[in-house]
């Protein structure tokens, strides 16, 4: 593909109205070629997780563009990008947000289902993923029933059930342990070597952003290096 992946441009996004009114990002300008792994760094506040919803089409920009492969995402219908979302993008938070009545298959299965896949097809995508991200032994055990780690690798696999070309990933290792955080990142590293996978990761760790290939600085609503 030529051109960047994704780009931002011009973005700025303010939250409230007159005196209560508050910037948080001030004209963005950003491009991700396919394949790269971006650190994304800055104090709290600095508006990291804001540009990565924008980016990920969760929170629309007051001003300014995001066009992925050329097009603007917020110019899609609502419709239209709930499906961009589902097909092209994956999540992982620093909280798993797993449903904790279902598996850890049932958890994985869920965009495939979404999406309109058959049960039997989205089963198999996601003991295949599962496999990856070596949980093929736990997949009929519930949230409540796995490690903290074991549940960040679940959410890792549920965000990539679908193949996205972008896994953007905010604080994904914040509430485990240093180990098992670790881990976590290896993996997600080892993910988008094997499969072409453009990662974006809001992360506070500098030793952990340091291993991946360029690093964002994010201050006081804009990108600073």
């Given at each position: 593909m030529a051109g960047p992946l994704i780009e931002l441009k011009d973005i700025s996004k303010s939250f409230g109205k007159g005196s209560a009114r508050v910037d948080v990002l001030n004209n963005i300008d950003l491009s991700l070629e396919a394949g790269e792994m971006v650190a994304v760094?800055?104090?709290s506040g600095a508006g990291k997780s804001t540009m990565l919803h924008i980016?990920?089409?969760?929170?629309?920009?007051?001003?300014g563009k995001v066009l992925?492969?050329?097009?603007d995402i917020y110019r899609m219908g609502n419709?239209?990008?709930?499906?961009f979302r589902n097909r092209d993008l994956g999540f992982v938070f620093q909280s798993h947000h797993l449903l904790p009545e279902f598996t850890a298959l049932e958890n994985v299965m869920m965009p495939s289902m979404i999406a309109g896949h058959g049960r039997n097809e989205a089963r198999e995508k996601s003991l295949s993923i599962l496999d990856k991200?070596?949980?093929s032994h736990r997949w009929h055990h519930k949230s409540g029933e796995l490690s903290g780690g074991e549940q960040q690798r679940v959410a890792v696999a549920r965000s990539l059930v679908m193949n996205?070309?972008?896994?953007?990933?905010?604080e994904p290792t914040g509430n485990l342990d240093s180990k098992t955080g670790d881990e976590v990142f290896?993996?997600?590293?080892?993910?988008?070597?094997?499969?072409?996978?453009?990662?974006?990761?809001v992360t506070h760790n500098e030793k952990l952003a340091a291993r991946l290939g360029?690093?964002?600085v994010v201050k006081d609503g804009r990108i600073a290096s």
């Amino acid at each position: 593909m030529a051109g960047p992946l994704i780009e931002l441009k011009d973005i700025s996004k303010s939250f409230g109205k007159g005196s209560a009114r508050v910037d948080v990002l001030n004209n963005i300008d950003l491009s991700l070629e396919a394949g790269e792994m971006v650190a994304v760094l800055g104090a709290s506040g600095a508006g990291k997780s804001t540009m990565l919803h924008i980016l990920g089409g969760i929170d629309r920009p007051t001003s300014g563009k995001v066009l992925y492969k050329g097009d603007d995402i917020y110019r899609m219908g609502n419709g239209k990008l709930s499906l961009f979302r589902n097909r092209d993008l994956g999540f992982v938070f620093q909280s798993h947000h797993l449903l904790p009545e279902f598996t850890a298959l049932e958890n994985v299965m869920m965009p495939s289902m979404i999406a309109g896949h058959g049960r039997n097809e989205a089963r198999e995508k996601s003991l295949s993923i599962l496999d990856k991200v070596g949980l093929s032994h736990r997949w009929h055990h519930k949230s409540g029933e796995l490690s903290g780690g074991e549940q960040q690798r679940v959410a890792v696999a549920r965000s990539l059930v679908m193949n996205p070309a972008v896994v953007l990933a905010d604080e994904p290792t914040g509430n485990l342990d240093s180990k098992t955080g670790d881990e976590v990142f290896g993996l997600m590293m080892e993910l988008n070597r094997n499969m072409g996978i453009t990662l974006v990761m809001v992360t506070h760790n500098e030793k952990l952003a340091a291993r991946l290939g360029r690093k964002i600085v994010v201050k006081d609503g804009r990108i600073a290096s």
